[in-house]
C-alpha cells in the first residue's frame, strides 16, 4: 500500500471540514429565506400534467379551521391560504422550464388593495387570468379577497414576478360548500399560467391588507406577517 504524505492527509481533512462548512452555510442561507427560526412544513407538488407543465391546486380562506386545525382560538380565526389538494402548508414546488397553472379556490370576502398596482394581473401567460373561467386581466381595488404574488430573493439568477388578485366572493354569501365540517360560501377560482425556469428559490406573499388589525397597523400584522398563513416559498426543482 502506497504511504500518503502528511501534506496529502492533511488537504483531505481540510476539505472535508470546508465541504461541511459551505452545505451548512448554503441550510442557513435557505432558513433566512423562510424566515427567522422558521422551519418550513410540508412541502406541497405541482402535479405534472406532461413534460413541461404541471398543475397546483390552492385555496383561501376567512379563517384557519380547515388549513391550521391545531391552530389556537386567535389563529384559528386569522385568513389562510394552503393547498387546496392536502389542505397544509404554503411551501410550494414545481417542475422546472415548465409551464404552471395555478388554480386558486377563494373562499374570502374582499378587502380594498393599499397599492392599486395589484388589482391587475402581471407576469402571467397572456397576463390574464381565468376567473370562474372568463379571461380578465384586472379587477378593481376593492374587490380582491388576496393576492398571489410571487417574487424573487436579491440576485435571483432567473427572476419571476407572477402577481395575480383573487376576485374577493360578496358580504353576504351564504354557506355552500363544508369542508371537514366548516361551512364556506361558493368559492371564486381563479386561475392562470406561468414559466419556470432553472431550479431556484422564491417566496411569495399576499399584498391585499387582510391581516389583523385592518385598521391600524393597516391590516398588515398577524397572518399577513407570519408564515405559512399569507406568503411561502416556492421552490423550482426536478422531482
Ligand atoms: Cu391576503
Same mark, same amino acid.
Given at each position: ?13 481540510v476539505?472535508? =471540514? ?12 435557505? *432558513?433566512?429565506?423562510w ?9 406541497t ?35 389562510? %391560504? ?7 402548508g ?10 404552471i ?7 374570502? +370576502?374582499?378587502? $380594498?388593495?393599499? /397599492? ?5 394581473? *402581471?407576469?402571467?401567460?397572456?397576463? $390574464? @387570468?381565468? =376567473? /370562474?373561467?372568463?379571461? @380578465?386581466?384586472q379587477i ?24 395575480v ?13 363544508t ?9 371564486? =377560482?381563479?386561475?392562470?399560467q406561468? *414559466?419556470?425556469?432553472?431550479?431556484? $428559490? ?15 397597523p393597516? #391590516?398588515?400584522? #398577524?397572518? @399577513?406577517?407570519t408564515?405559512? %398563513? @399569507?406568503? #411561502? +416559498? ?6
Open positions: 500500500m502506497k504511504r500518503h504524505s502528511s501534506g496529502f492527509i492533511i488537504g483531505i481533512v476539505s472535508i =471540514v470546508l465541504g461541511f462548512g459551505i452545505v451548512a452555510g448554503v441550510a442557513l442561507s435557505l *432558513r433566512s429565506i424566515g427567522i427560526g422558521y422551519e418550513p412544513p410540508n412541502v407538488y405541482a402535479t405534472k400534467t406532461g413534460p413541461n407543465s404541471a398543475t397546483l391546486e390552492l385555496a383561501t380562506f376567512p379563517d384557519s379551521l380547515v388549513c391550521h386545525p391545531n391552530a389556537d382560538a386567535q389563529q384559528s380565526q386569522w385568513v389562510t %391560504y394552503c393547498s387546496s389538494t392536502n389542505l397544509q404554503t411551501n410550494l414546488a414545481v417542475p422546472p422550464n415548465s409551464v397553472t395555478v388554480v386558486i379556490k377563494q373562499y374570502d +370576502t374582499a378587502t $380594498t388593495l393599499i /397599492n392599486d398596482y395589484f388589482r391587475q394581473a *402581471r407576469g402571467t401567460i397572456g397576463g $390574464t @387570468m381565468l =376567473v /370562474n373561467g372568463k379571461s @380578465m386581466s378593481s381595488a376593492d374587490a380582491p379577497g388576496h393576492t398571489f404574488t410571487l417574487q424573487s430573493p436579491p440576485d435571483s439568477s432567473y427572476p419571476l414576478f407572477v402577481s388578485p383573487l376576485l374577493g366572493v360578496p358580504d353576504n354569501s351564504p354557506s355552500a360548500v369542508i371537514n365540517g366548516n361551512q364556506y360560501p361558493k368559492p371564486n =377560482v381563479i386561475s392562470f406561468f *414559466r419556470t425556469g432553472p431550479p431556484g $428559490t422564491y417566496i411569495w406573499h399576499c399584498y391585499v391588507p387582510c391581516g389583523s388589525n385592518r385598521g391600524v393597516y #391590516g398588515f400584522s #398577524g397572518p @399577513m406577517s408564515t405559512g %398563513y @399569507m406568503a #411561502g +416559498t416556492l421552490t423550482v426543482a426536478g422531482y
